[in-house]
């Protein structure tokens, strides 16, 4: 079966960012299959020409046989209309992209943005090819439940006449949060034709872990934090992350408990701001790294004491969530604290650690102390449960039998 892959935002193990369709592609090929993913070749993370030159239409490559068709799209910057530039280009150049790719059997639409689904939607009726949208984000809806659009703006009706324009052309729906289900069938589609297939993670890359450059920023980072207690977050840095609450939190440990040192590795829009503050805050406990490979990840959080993300108090979550970094971080075997209390709370699921109430950094600091002061065998005992559950869950193999199912 030949399988067209339409993600915008798509990377390849060897740059930062989820590799959520990279890891699901090559198992399938393992089983035979062809899979191309089109995606952009300016980096959405470190908005920069990346796979491309800024004079090349598109390249192709290929990683572990998986086919990558690189786009050159329009360069932006910040949150303005480069960036709907910058999604209008992708949509559109990616109908002009296919020549000399085996002829699809499959098309994934994959949003964020609306434009990658349409687009596959189109070259689905072209190619004459069946065609899955899959759901990473409930757009509008969870920029409405944000706060960042109001659900009567002229914006969020388009949107949401796309969403449902979408839903009704699509042979298959893929959603990636465990109750997205409801929200969609409240839409008046049916259940029947809603999948589910959540983020996972790449467990080779864990067992087989990459070595880390001694010379690279992290890896002195770490280095100088040697012998302390290691708490890590890998993600992005965007506001709706929340990782002011663990500037807080760092304030407190830091007149509380001298040995435990705060590791963010990420980009984002608040990076700046976050490492304003916490020079504001007088903080000596913690350091700011950039983001690292996909390959790379398992080797970082294998080197972490604790690991931690928060969940804001969002009412999009009461449909769930399903954060790379959490799958990553159960495959680390490492205790997790999850500062949130979203309907689907793995950290509680898998018995991996601790859950705390979101935006309360006293609560925070109080579960990094309950794990500081753990014995090490029971720090490893909750890292395990995390290990057996995402292999049991959210193993991209198993994930990929599934989608292989579906297909």
């Known amino acids: 079966m030949n399988l067209w892959i339409l993600n915008h935002y798509a990377v390849s193990p060897d740059t930062p960012g989820g590799t959520r369709h990279f890891d699901l592609a090559r198992e399938l090929v ?7 993913i089109f995606a952009s070749g300016f980096d959405h993370s470190t908005r920069r020409y990346v796979k491309i030159t800024p004079k090349e239409k598109m390249k192709v490559e290929t990683y572990d046989e998986v086919r990558f068709v690189w786009i050159n799209t329009f360069p932006y910057a910040g949150n303005d209309w480069r960036r709907v530039a910058n999604m209008l280009s992708y949509g559109w150049r990616v109908l002009w992209c296919d020549r000399g ?3 699809p059997d499959v098309i994934f639409g994959s949003s964020m943005h609306p434009f990658a689904a349409l687009a596959g939607w189109r070259l689905a009726r072209r190619h004459k090819a069946r065609f899955i949208f899959e759901v990473r984000d409930l757009w509008p809806q969870t920029a409405v439940d944000m706060g ?6 002229l914006p969020a009706k388009l949107l949401y006449a796309w969403e449902k324009f979408m839903y009704k052309r699509a042979e298959k729906i893929i959603v990636l949060l465990p109750y997205a289900k409801d929200y969609i069938v409240s839409k008046g589609i049916s259940p ?3 999948f589910w297939l959540s983020n996972g993670v790449d467990l080779d ?5 990459a070595s880390l450059d001694p010379g690279s920023e992290v890896a002195q980072v770490f280095e100088r934090a040697r012998g ?5 977050y890998t993600g992005s840095h965007e506001i709706s992350d929340g990782l002011y609450v663990i500037l807080e939190t760092a304030k407190i440990l830091q007149e509380k408990l001298e040995n435990v040192h705060f590791i963010l590795i990420g980009d984002g829009s608040e990076k700046s701001k976050l490492i304003s503050k916490a020079q504001r805050l007088g903080l000596m406990n913690i350091s700011f790294c950039a983001p690292v490979p996909k390959q790379v990840i398992p080797t970082v959080l294998l ?5 931690v993300f928060p969940v804001q108090n969002f009412n999009v979550y009461r449909f769930g969530i399903s954060f790379n970094k959490a799958y990553d971080y159960l ?3 490492k205790p997790i604290i999850i500062a949130g209390n979203p309907r689907n709370n793995i950290v509680k699921e898998a018995n991996c650690g601790i859950s705390v109430e979101p935006e309360n950094p006293e609560a925070l600091a109080e579960a990094i102390i309950e794990i500081y002061n753990m014995p090490k065998e029971k720090r490893k005992e909750l890292g395990m449960n995390g290990r057996r559950y995402v292999e049991q869950h959210h193993s991209i193999k198993v994930l990929a039998e599934k989608l292989e199912t579906l297909l």
Do not use: Q, W, Y
């Open 205 to 209: 890359r864990f067992d087989h872990p």
């Open 148 to 153: 960042a659009m109001r659900e009567s703006s």
């Open 228 to 232: 302390k207690f290691k708490v890590v």
């Open 331 to 333: 495959a680390s075997s």
């Open 192 to 194: 029947e034709k809603i």
């Open 30 to 36: 393992k089983n035979g299959h062809d899979v191309t």
């Open 101 to 103: 790719i085996p002829k």
């Open 303 to 307: 080197t972490a004491d604790c690991l």
